[in-house]
């Protein structure tokens, strides 16, 4: 069963703009979940880029801090984010994160290249 579906990756310019989106299954998705977006860039670690809490409040990684926004649709299930100003390092698969009930649930990635 299919949990988590990304989609909004691609190739973009640096300076560019993207928007990836992560429908959730109504079963997993809350308010009070922990809601996530990693990324994996060539031959490194996955890495955290934002999180809405618990609590609801959101985290960002500093390489993204001022460029990038986490946000949802809680009539939609969907998970967003907001890509400005992407620079090649940005480059990587990204992948949605759920943390619900002491479980953990992954999409399967969507990758953003930022290439000119």
């Known amino acids: 069963q299919v949990l988590l579906v990304e989609s909004g990756g691609g190739l973009v310019q640096p300076g560019g703009s993207l928007t990836l989106s992560c429908v959730v299954s109504?079963?997993?998705?809350?308010?009070?979940?922990?809601m996530s977006w990693y990324r994996q860039a060539p031959g490194k670690e996955r890495e955290l880029v934002a999180m809405f809490t618990s609590d609801g409040s959101r985290t960002y990684a500093d390489p993204v801090k001022g460029r990038f926004t986490i946000s949802r649709d809680t009539l939609t299930n969907t998970l967003y984010l907001i890509m400005n100003n992407l620079k090649p390092e940005d480059t990587g698969d990204y992948y949605c994160?759920?943390?619900?009930?002491?479980?953990?649930?992954w999409g399967q990635g969507t990758r953003v290249t930022v290439s000119s």
């Open positions: 994160n759920v943390q619900n009930s002491g479980s953990d649930y």
């Open positions: 109504q079963s997993i998705f809350s308010r009070h979940a922990q």
